[in-house]
């Protein structure tokens, strides 16, 4: 890992550069190396960019969801003590950001999301029935980009590695059922925060007619395609992705 992990209380972050904080919320399968580019180019243009741990499996499987994890993000930011912030979040999330962002709006200054869940959740119900079959689980991890090689040995070897733990199994499918149960159709049209959809155009984990229905739904929303990119654009084309990034809150005044 790039950036050294640290330790306060219950959690385990990465921390990099000063200034505005952009909190970065992984997913479902996503290590916070996924967000290596963001971090280097953000904690540079004068924003501290911070990346905690979720609690993904070591919570009680009672308390395994997506609720839980917005509610522990608060803790956080309110342990670091930030007046304000902007969430980041790709797949899963994204949807703990907009959970969050439905939760406590007084302490967003603005969303971004890119492939997140929360509308749509085809990807996130599977059972991985061939979980021992190497074969079919890189398959699965290439096919959430639109480039196969980007699914580097280490990426699939992780996700391997998940599914065949079973306790890591128990917690995957209590995620997507409660990714599933927390629909945010009804509550994004109340929800004011300025939002930044950044959205690969060949996404097959949640395909672009869900970033059209964020953009519809959310009142303050910008919603910027990247083409020839899939389910994770911060690391399929973080180039463009800081870019576009970049202008948004120039933009925005953030």
Avoid at 45 to 67: C, D, F, H, R, W
Avoid at 104 to 110: I, L
Avoid at 202 to 222: G, H, I, M, R, Y
Wanted: net charge neutral.
């Amino acid at each position: 890992m790039k950036h050294q992990l640290k330790k306060e209380g219950k959690f385990t972050y990465i921390e990099a550069g000063e200034g505005t904080p952009i909190v970065v919320l992984h997913g479902l399968m996503g290590g916070l190396s996924n967000f290596d580019a963001v971090t280097d180019y953000f904690s540079e243009k004068g924003y501290k960019i911070v990346i905690p741990e979720l609690p993904l499996y070591s919570m009680p499987l009672i308390k395994t969801g997506v609720k839980t994890f917005a509610k522990y993000l608060n803790d956080f930011i309110r342990l670091k003590k930030f007046e304000k912030v902007i969430l980041l979040g790709n797949s899963l999330g994204g949807h703990i950001g907009l959970y969050h962002t439905k939760l406590y709006p007084d302490v967003m200054q603005a969303l971004v999301i890119t492939g997140s869940s929360g509308l749509y959740e085809s990807a996130m119900g599977e059972s991985y029935p061939k979980r021992g079959d190497y074969e079919y689980i890189k398959k699965k991890a290439e096919d959430v980009f639109y480039d196969p090689a980007v699914a580097t040995k280490e990426i699939v070897d992780e996700v391997y590695e998940t599914v065949n733990d079973r306790n890591k199994l128990i917690k995957t499918l209590a995620i997507a059922k409660s990714a599933i149960r927390h629909n945010m159709a009804q509550d994004l049209p109340h929800m004011k925060t300025p939002t930044c959809i950044i959205w690969g155009r060949n996404d097959n984990v949640t395909p672009p007619e869900v970033a059209e229905d964020f953009n519809k739904l959310l009142p303050d929303s910008d919603l910027y395609w990247i083409d020839k990119c899939g389910h994770a654009a911060m690391m399929e084309r973080p180039e463009e992705f800081n870019g576009i990034l970049a202008e948004w809150l120039k933009k925005r005044n953030f």
